[in-house]
């Protein structure tokens, strides 16, 4: 297991921590957040300076770092394939952490979902050489323009080149750089259009954003995200990995096996803690008041999924 020391950033590079600082949006009173509808663009502008650090795995896997999804990367003569294309104004420093890996020509990506914090760059890897390979509802919603209320934006369709031209519906192989990744879609999770990608003689798993490595995640109910699905994919997860297997979540350091328990015994004992409130009448604003959390909140809440935000999410779904 690899599990490096989280990186001290400040509040300020938290707020871009996994693209999209917008759940402060989901806190009571509404008033309170007028400006949530510029979250996303501040995201946006933040990550065209955020630091990307590559860390080397196994074999020829290395995983890249930044303010937006964690990006995996193969190397090898059939060219770079990567998995997830970071926030689009992250692509000088992208770029330049693929070319410090080498200089193998960009083939292939795949995206583990449709967020804009994993698909932002596919546009521009399109161009760079890239083929992209998605569950069928990653092209679904970035077809048409898409709607997330829990961050109060409206994606616009993505342009052409960002379009994945090879979907699928439950499962894939892909054979690259003597690698076999073998991809599966979850049942709605985060999203309807999660995927894991296992680099199988690597023992690699990337989970994208069913797995935040000691971070509350943000859970998109408006695209078929749930805490209850988000669970079941934890428990997906878990029945994928041996004490040996690397874990690259979505946003977050790289883990292992207890890391994914601990995700998973997290998301119960916060589910199960806001049901039984809120079964006994306790309205939202309670909730948050009575601290469910408590022993967590100070790791898993210094993200933008402030403590706060992330009950509001559980306390819909329950």
């Known amino acids: 297991m690899i599990t490096p ?24 009173p509404r008033g309170l957040f007028a400006q949530a509808d510029e979250l996303v ?71 583990t979902h449709w967020h804009f914090d994993h ?25 048409v323009d898409t709607r997330v209320e829990g961050w109060h934006h409206t994606f616009p369709a993505a342009p052409s080149g960002a379009i994945p031209s090879t979907v699928f519906g439950e499962e894939y192989a892909v054979h ?27 023992d690699i798993l990337h989970v994208g954003d069913t797995f935040w490595n000691r971070d509350y995640p943000f859970i ?23 004490d040996k297997t690397i874990v690259i979540g979505g946003h977050g350091a790289v883990g292992g096996k207890a890391d994914l328990i ?6 119960v004992e916060m589910r199960d803690k806001v049901a039984t409130l809120k079964k006994q009448g306790r309205t939202l604003a309670e909730v948050v008041a009575s601290k469910p959390g408590a022993r967590y909140d100070a790791e898993w809440g210094r993200s933008f999924m402030t403590p706060s935000a992330f009950l509001e999410l559980v306390y819909q779904g329950v």
């Not at 689009?88 to 420093?93: D, E, L, Q, W």
């Not at 690259?176 to 690597?202: C, G, M, Q, R, W």
């Not at 601990?262 to 998301?267: S, T």
């Open 262 to 267: 601990l995700f998973r015994d997290v998301l």
């Open 41 to 111: 663009p501040e995201a946006m502008r933040e990550s065209a300076t955020a630091k990307i650090t590559v860390q080397t795995l196994r074999r020829n896997i290395s995983v890249l770092l930044g303010p937006g999804g964690n990006i995996a990367v193969l190397t090898g003569p059939d060219g770079k394939l990567l998995v997830d294309a970071e926030i689009v104004t992250a692509r000088p420093n992208v770029s330049a952490a693929l070319a410090s890996i080498n200089a193998d020509p960009i083939k292939q990506l795949i995206n």
């Open 5 to 28: 020391p989280r990186t001290e950033v400040s509040r300020r590079q938290f707020l871009v921590a996994g693209g999209f600082a917008v759940a402060a949006a989901c806190l009571v």
């Open 176 to 202: 690259s750089n003597n690698t076999t990744l073998a991809l599966k879609h979850y049942p709605p999770a985060h999203t309807d259009s999660d995927i894991s990608v296992h680099f199988e003689e690597a």
């Open 220 to 242: 998109d109910y408006s695209t078929g995200g749930s805490i209850d699905g988000q669970i079941r994919a934890a428990e997906a997860n878990l029945s994928k990995v041996n």
């Open 119 to 143: 698909t932002g760059g596919n546009e521009w890897l399109h161009e760079a050489g890239a083929s992209i390979l998605a569950q069928e509802n990653t092209r679904k919603h970035l077809l």
